[in-house]
């Protein structure tokens, strides 16, 4: 890989492209003896598994000694062993029970081919059998499992919210009476919104199993992440001490040759400067090609399907231009929309090594198996550290060295990491986040667990939080039944019919707009009621499956919008205005860098009205003009993190400055500077927080910043953020200083989400009012 990496340096259309190396030594697998099953035994070497890996065994062991545990090692290193021993033994034994919950379909089918594959190799008698229970099986193939009784249940949270706890007590019975065994795959995927609600689904899925008198060990798998124990303590409901925390991966690899690609900038006519750089994608295909061309199996990891199917045709092309038919016809595009058997097709090729280049999604990230590739590029930092090492993950066949190529962006975190390596290479990772204490979302799951099973007192110990103001208020409204028996103080549910299926998991709120293709009635898509208002207005621009759509009307009062297909030469963008009020002042302190700085944190709603949208050339992204709009004004209650400026540090700025914008556009360049560094620290997207700089605020009486959760009762994003608020400033502030571009671009201050239209943004006196807080 040397060689390679050497020729690559010496094309003369790479030159000074590579801003970083990093190599990671390979190692020699280490082994822990480990007393099986003399069944099971046979089984795993029948699947080629004879022994097991000093972090398989460190799982194993902690859940045979009734543990819960955390499994946290990178992509590939065999975690499903450590959970697949101790499942299958208990089966053995006593016919126990074990529940395996992944977020995607596509892991379970994974799983139940590996899972059933070992079961039959402990024949028929063992009486241990799998069966996966999904949104995917029509009613006769459920009611078929529930008769066959499976030892090990695969699901999605999504089922054992809607299709199994609502019927534990009725159709579940066997399975929760013997269940010994809770796996949680990916529990680094239960964050946000969605992780909330999962939370509460997990919480009540231990209040069920309390009441059947099972007592699950809990087994978490998880990427690496900077807080994985405290994460799933969160997500399971579980206590943190109660935790054992398997890390280390034990398992052979060869070294890996990390480069961070940065693709070169170019001038806006008048030279360098501009802060704009080449295509990654061009970039990225380019690299490709020539790594296929080299002999590399390779796969490129790219965020959408229409990036994957496109790049993929013209890699396919330039290799046929090169005279490399062969290996053009054994280049693929990998995302989720293809069928089973299409994407199995791909899986086995490169497996076999019969393909040998590949455009993926995330599709591939995890839960395939692949076998081991020459290289990998990132076409694009995939928005955090751990989907970026876990997607480099798949590089590396046995102890064969690999290549892991990250071509940047030119977005502020893309650009950000090209400046700061170390921030990749070397800080702890992100953080996963969620908060099942969100009181928009615990009413819903409380009438959820009184109709799976009636409500006591304790069950605060499960919920926490808000759930006895909860009770009551659910009491008062007639939702909830309290009745005084025998056993003590009982609620009941007392609504008609099913209030799971009043419920997502995917949202907060249940308003939903339509959107449909005005030629046939066709649904196109749904959107929240406030996405729908940003993003689907009248004259909005929609793209979806790689088709763009105009809105041609928003009717909100049947929350249907119209789209008609176009190809317009621009893209539309909503300018907004926004006020925010201080409910609640939660927690404060002063920043341990500047004595006159209080940043605190509280309940706040903000209050938003859009106004208008502004079209924007696609080719140069000038405007090219703006329409008012009349729309409804939208209210979130949520969480914020705030501070004010000193009056010293804003006179330093302002005489600094010139002209009237510019301490507006100090606060609001450090605003949007803020925000786009929020997903370095935690696993989360920069449009799940926003952002207010306002030079007076009625709360304050003086400039104030604020940062909040763009969820209704906030998913704890901004309160983490708190903690660290010092870090997140630094950070921004070495971004700001590190920009090459002289006045503001997208690498540093711009956002395409901006409501005010990027303006006013001052970057160099953002800078300085950073560092006068911090330094």
């Not at 990998?376 to 046995?398: E, H, I, K, N, S």
């Not at 996405?531 to 928003?554: K, M, S, T």
């Not at 050339?617 to 914020?640: H, K, M, V």
């Amino acid at each position: 890989m040397d060689d390679t990496i050497r020729w690559l340096q010496g094309r003369p259309y790479y030159e000074g492209q590579i801003t970083e190396r990093r190599t990671t030594t390979g190692r020699e697998a280490t082994f822990a003896d480990v007393d099986l099953d003399s069944r099971l035994a046979s089984a795993f070497e029948s699947e080629g598994i004879d022994r097991l890996y000093d972090h398989q065994a460190a799982a194993v062991s902690a859940v045979r000694d009734g543990d819960n545990v955390v499994l946290a090692t990178p992509t590939a290193s065999g975690k499903s062993v450590g959970y697949t021993v101790p499942a299958f033994e208990r089966a053995l034994d006593d016919r126990a029970t074990t529940l395996y919950i992944a977020p995607q379909v596509a892991l379970i089918n994974d799983q139940e081919e590996t899972l059933s594959d070992l079961a039959h190799g402990l024949g028929f008698a063992s009486g241990v059998s799998v069966a996966q229970y999904t949104g995917r099986q029509d009613r006769k193939e459920k009611e078929a499992i529930r008769d066959r009784q499976p030892t090990v249940l695969l699901t999605t949270p999504d089922m054992l919210h809607y299709g199994i706890m609502p019927h534990g007590h009725r159709l579940w019975d066997w399975f929760f009476e013997r269940l010994e065994t809770v796996v949680i795959d990916e529990v680094h995927e239960y964050r946000g919104v969605f992780g909330s609600h999962v939370s509460l689904v997990f919480r009540r899925l231990a209040r069920l199993c309390e009441r059947f008198d099972a007592d699950p060990d809990w087994v978490c798998c998880s990427a690496t992440t900077g807080n994985p124990v405290d994460h799933a303590a969160t997500v399971t409901g579980q206590p943190t001490e109660s935790f054992d925390l398997v890390t280390e991966d034990t398992s052979a690899t060869g070294p890996t040759h990390w480069l961070c690609w940065n693709p070169p900038e170019y001038g806006d006519g008048e030279g360098f400067g501009s802060g704009r750089r080449r295509s990654n994608h061009v970039e990225t295909k380019r690299l490709f090609v020539d790594l296929v061309t080299k002999g590399h199996q390779t796969v490129v990891f790219t965020q959408s399907r229409q990036v994957a199917e496109r790049y993929a045709t013209d890699s396919a092309s330039d290799l046929r231009d090169r005279g490399e038919h062969d290996i053009a016809r054994s280049v693929e595009a990998y995302q989720a929309a293809l069928t089973d058997e299409r994407r199995g097709e791909i899986e086995d090729g490169l497996d076999s090594g019969e393909i040998r280049g590949v455009w993926s999604t995330n599709a591939l990230e995890l839960g395939v198996d692949i076998g081991g590739l020459d290289a990998v590029l990132l076409d694009g930092y995939p928005g955090t550290r751990m989907a970026a090492f876990q997607q480099g993950g798949r590089a590396g066949r046995g102890t064969d060295p690999s290549l892991v190529a990250m071509v940047a962006g030119e977005d502020q975190l893309d650009q950000y990491l090209m400046a700061h390596p170390r921030d990749f290479f070397d800080e702890e990772p992100e953080e996963a986040i969620s908060n099942p204490e969100n009181e928009h979302l615990m009413p819903d799951h409380v009438l959820a667990g009184a109709r799976e099973t009636w409500l006591q007192p304790d069950d605060d110990d499960h919920f926490g939080g808000p759930f006895p103001d909860i009770v009551a208020d659910l009491t008062e409204s007639g939702d909830l039944d309290r009745r005084n028996t025998d056993a003590g103080l009982r609620w009941l549910y007392s609504g008609e019919g099913s209030p799971q299926h009043e419920m997502s998991l995917r949202t907060v709120g249940d308003r939903e707009v339509q959107l449909r293709d005005r030629r046939d009635g066709d649904r196109i898509a749904k959107l929240s009621f406030a996405d729908a208002l940003r993003d689907a207005h009248p004259g909005a621009v929609y793209h979806h499956q790689g088709q763009d759509y105009e809105v041609v009307d928003l009717d909100l009062r049947s929350d249907v919008a119209d789209l008609a297909p176009v190809r317009p030469d621009y893209y539309t963008q909503v300018l907004h205005d926004k006020t925010i009020t201080v409910e609640n002042d939660r927690r404060e302190q002063v920043l341990p860098t500047h004595d006159d700085v209080t940043v605190r944190f509280a309940d706040v709603s903000m209050r938003k009205q859009i106004t208008g949208f502004e079209r924007y050339d696609r080719q140069s992204g000038e405007p090219i003009g703006q329409e008012p709009l009349e729309l409804p004004e939208t209210t979130l209650e949520t969480e914020a993190l705030y501070f004010t400026v000193p009056e010293a540090v804003e006179t330093d700025v302002r005489v600094a400055g010139d002209g009237p914008d510019a301490f507006p556009g100090a606060i609001h360049a450090a605003e949007h500077g803020m925000i786009s560094l929020f997903p370095l620290s935690f696993l989360c997207d920069r449009r799940d927080v926003g952002g207010l700089s306002t030079p007076l605020h009625p709360h304050t009486d003086c400039a104030t910043i604020f940062v909040y959760d763009g969820y209704p009762g906030g998913v704890g994003l901004t309160e983490r953020a708190y903690e660290t608020v010092v870090d997140l400033m630094e950070r921004t502030l070495g971004m700001l200083r590190d920009c090459p571009c002289e006045s503001g671009c997208p690498a540093c201050v711009q956002s395409p989400h901006c409501g005010n239209a990027n303006d006013p943004l001052e970057k160099d006196l953002a800078a300085d009012l950073l560092g006068a807080l911090v330094e």
